[in-house]
């Protein structure tokens, strides 16, 4: 499962995010998860619910925003339909992966202390 390796990896990202801000704990986490990313949605929360224990996240909320996979064409990057050729017909030209493949930490949500 290396849905555990990706976790730890967050988890460490988190952590360096929070004391640069100067955070006291992390109340959600927000990812981006591609469709064709490899990584396994549930696997990825139990893993998430494992390790974040005994870290600035051990209370944080894991959301997930999936991203369905889209294909464009690479001349006229016209957007090619699901489940058809990876060829552009009017171009002829090979698909390429626009999105879904990636995994972004895209938001965190930190408890800051008021240094007023």
Same mark, same amino acid.
């Given at each position: 499962?290396?849905?555990?390796?990706?976790?730890?990896?967050?988890?460490?990202?988190?952590? #360096?995010?929070?004391?640069?801000?100067?955070?006291?704990?992390?109340? *959600?986490?927000?990812?981006?998860?591609?469709?064709?990313?490899?990584?396994?949605?549930?696997?990825?929360?139990?893993?998430?619910?494992?390790?974040?224990?005994?870290?600035? #996240?051990?209370?944080?909320?894991?959301?997930?925003?999936?991203?369905?996979? *889209?294909?464009?064409?690479?001349?006229?990057?016209?957007?090619?339909?699901?489940?058809?050729?990876? *060829? /552009?017909?009017? /171009?002829?030209?090979?698909? *390429?992966? #626009?999105?879904?493949?990636?995994?972004?930490?895209?938001?965190?949500?930190?408890?800051?202390?008021?240094?007023?």
């Amino acid at each position: 499962m290396h849905e555990y390796g990706i976790v730890q990896s967050l988890l460490q990202r988190i952590d #360096a995010e929070a004391r640069s801000h100067g955070a006291t704990s992390v109340h *959600r986490v927000i990812l981006r998860l591609g469709e064709i990313s490899g990584v396994e949605p549930d696997l990825l929360g139990f893993a998430f619910e494992a390790y974040r224990e005994g870290t600035v #996240a051990s209370a944080a909320e894991l959301s997930i925003n999936f991203v369905p996979a *889209r294909w464009e064409c690479s001349l006229c990057k016209a957007t090619l339909p699901k489940g058809g050729y990876l *060829r /552009c017909e009017p /171009c002829d030209a090979p698909a *390429r992966l #626009a999105e879904g493949d990636d995994i972004i930490l895209e938001r965190l949500e930190l408890e800051v202390p008021d240094v007023s």
